[in-house]
């Protein structure tokens, strides 16, 4: 499966990426979690960001993919990727 910054480089107006980026269990944030579940925490039901940054950045990515803002995308899944550095450095 491709990864998000992936699908940025290769088809950023694809609307079946806009989809996939409008659900937590797929987007970039759902992504982090597939990557470091123990860091990237999600609710008792399994459907939201337990992280107010993460839940807000997730959001404003999907925003910026809906208004086909690639490089603001871009600069969200940079800040993204970076929150779970962080939070994985605050959990050692």
Request: net charge negative.
């Amino acid at each position: 499966m491709k990864t998000w910054r992936e699908r940025l480089l290769e088809d950023p107006c694809d609307e079946a990426m806009v989809v996939m980026a409008g659900h937590w269990s797929t987007c970039s944030v759902g992504e982090q979690h597939e990557l470091y579940p123990s860091v990237v925490l999600y609710n008792d039901y399994n459907t939201l960001p337990m992280d107010d940054v993460l839940r807000d950045l997730g959001c404003l990515f999907y925003e910026a993919l809906l208004d086909r803002q690639l490089e603001e995308a871009t600069k969200l899944l940079d800040a993204i990727e970076e929150r779970v550095r962080n939070l994985q450095v605050s959990r050692v």
